[in-house]
């Protein structure tokens, strides 16, 4: 790790105008991502800007929802009454996320922007375009069991390793930023980037912008939900595939369903033509599996990854009929 200069600061303006005036800055808060990924040398920012004093802790129920600071800690969100009981969805996803200790340190908004953990990304003696661009990706050819099967590209085949992300894009988050030209809202299935030809750029925020808080509208999805994770391991380890499933049921009729999966792309990949396929349906096994087939369509495998493509609408199927009870 090399040397770098700290600053704390206590409002966002001044957290905004630091980072403007150092350019080869970057932000801290829990920092369980970032540290590690300057303790391997993979990232070096020249100054870190504190913001763990900024007013950004609140978890608030609205008329329209709900509001989360981006500094409100992981545990704190899963455990709050008022998600657990009216967005249980998300405090499952976050429940799944990561040891306690982690939990307890990591915030919202750095869960936003963790970065992948594909280990040609952590090693810097490998070729990796998204933390040198230009160098190739060691995945395409090498060993790939944990990466993406739908969005990936030549750059890169590298996927987000978040839980709570998952479920956010499920239940239509809305992200609030903050940066030199003020405020602005972005939704949050818009926010991670499919790698394309610039696998380096995560999300779509732009220079200098910190994330402030994030808004889930009011939904019905209160009863009928279900966060999947399948892992190699039952303790704290990264999805192979995950599945946030969530049913508004009439009687046995899907009146509203949401559906995102995690573990198979560069972004939490929301299931928009299964979705639209199952509103108005039976919640059956048959329309179930109807529906993982809709949602598999452009799957792609590269070599040890194959197995996520039979994987993958098995766990589909699952997490809807655990959601349905």
């Known amino acids: 790790m090399i040397n770098f200069e700290y600053t704390r600061v206590s409002s966002v303006k001044a957290a905004v105008d ?13 920092g369980t991502n970032l540290v590690d990924l300057m303790k391997k040398g993979v990232t ?22 709900l509001k989360i ?64 661009p230009g160098s190739g990706c060691g995945a395409l050819q090498g060993y ?61 925020l732009l220079k200098g912008e910190l994330i402030t808080g994030i808004s889930i509208p009011k939904n019905s999805f209160t009863k009928n939900v279900h966060y999947l994770k399948i892992r190699d391991r039952s303790s704290y380890a990264f999805a192979l595939i995950s599945v946030a499933a969530a049913l508004e049921l009439n009687g ?10 995690g573990g198979v792309a560069h972004k939490p990949w929301r299931l928009t033509e299964a979705e639209r396929f199952l509103i108005g349906k039976n919640a059956s096994k048959e329309n179930f599996t109807k529906a993982a087939e809709l949602a598999m369509k452009g799957a792609k495998g590269y070599g040890h990854n194959n197995f996520k493509l039979k994987m993958g609408p098995v766990a589909i199927v699952e997490a809807l009929m655990k959601a349905a009870g």
């Open 18 to 30: 630091a980072l403007a005036k150092n350019p080869g800055g970057g932000y801290i808060a829990g």
């Open 252 to 261: 046995n009729t899907i009146k509203n369903v949401r559906l995102a999966m």
């Open 69 to 132: 600071g981006a500094l409100a800690i992981n545990s704190d969100v899963s455990e709050n009454e008022t998600v657990k009981k009216h967005y249980p969805l998300l405090a499952l996803a976050l429940k799944a996320g990561a040891s306690a200790q982690l939990r307890n340190m990591a915030t919202v908004g750095g869960n936003m922007m963790q970065r992948t953990r594909c280990t040609y990304f952590y090693d810097t003696a490998m070729p990796c375009n998204k933390r040198q």
């Open 44 to 65: 070096a920012p020249a100054r870190l800007i504190d913001i763990n004093n900024l007013p950004l802790k609140d978890i608030e129920e609205t008329t329209t929802g």
């Open 144 to 204: 790939n069991r944990m990466h993406a099967i739908f969005g990936a590209s030549d750059k890169c085949i590298a996927v987000h390793p978040s839980d709570m992300c998952v479920a956010l894009a499920a239940l239509n988050a809305t992200i609030t930023v903050n940066g030199p030209k003020g405020e602005r809202k972005i939704v949050f299935t818009d926010f991670h980037r499919l790698p394309g030809n610039e696998p380096e750029k995560d999300n779509t």
